[in-house]
């Protein structure tokens, strides 16, 4: 309400016309937590709408988006932080020859942001929003699409995630591995298990690394062992 205010009072009824009309554009936005802290900055977000006019007191679709946008992202790094857990283990991943890529049902420009904010970006290889699939975790042609982006089979692919929901049964439905990663906002709970179970519980990102190679030496054993197997068989 003090967003339709200021711009009723600035811009007159054609302000108030394209706040609903961008509005209207932003309706699929599914992370409520980043408006819930703009809105505790509204100071920050009234004051990013002094940009907005333009001389026929219009309002600049381009620089409303770009402003609103660097308004959340603000708003959302400042109650971020970085698990001290992650570098380690992105770093020994990376050094180790593993294709790394992020996935995540958070707008692109959260996501990059987060990144760089940390410094971690140069550990991925391919980064993937779902907003520009226009489709959200758990639909399996998300996951395939970021299979595919890195250039590895579903059934190689180890997707790691906190939610039982979104990534670990997103990652079944896509015939790939899932890794249930525990911290202190989902401790793990046996009534998640209705469905299925994740291949792997991490309670540390520490005990990734020894985990993938683990599954890698399982997986090259069964390919040399294979053949063999098969003829065996047939014997």
Not at 115 to 122: G, H, S, V
Request: with cysteine; charged share 30%; aromatic share 10%.
């Amino acid at each position: 309400m003090e967003l339709v205010i200021h711009l009723k009072d600035r811009l007159g009824k054609r302000g108030i016309s394209t706040y609903w009309k961008v509005r209207s554009g932003l309706k699929n936005l599914k992370d409520v937590g980043i408006f819930r802290m703009a809105r505790e900055r509204s100071s920050d977000f009234l004051e990013a709408l002094s940009f907005f006019e333009s001389p026929d007191r219009a309002v600049d679709l381009k620089r409303y988006g770009d402003a609103l946008r660097r308004t959340l992202l603000n708003a959302y790094l400042r109650r971020v932080t970085l698990y001290p857990d992650v570098i380690p283990c992105l770093s020994t991943l990376s050094s180790e020859g593993f294709r790394l890529g992020l996935l995540s049902n958070s707008p692109s420009f959260i996501c990059y942001g987060a990144l760089d904010r940390f410094e971690i970006r140069q550990f991925f290889d391919q980064v993937s929003s779902t907003w520009s699939l226009k489709s959200f975790k758990p639909n399996p042609q998300i996951f395939l699409h970021m299979t595919r982006q890195l250039g590895v089979k579903p059934e190689r692919t180890l997707f790691v995630g906190d939610s039982m929901d979104c990534d670990v049964q997103g990652a079944k439905n896509a015939g790939a591995l899932s890794a249930y990663l525990i911290r202190e906002h989902n401790p793990l709970r046996r009534r998640y298990f209705s469905q299925e179970e994740p291949d792997v519980i991490l309670r540390s990102l520490d005990e990734l690394p020894p985990m993938v190679r683990k599954i890698t030496l399982r997986a090259r054993i069964e390919r040399i062992l294979k053949p063999v197997l098969s003829i065996l068989r047939l014997d």
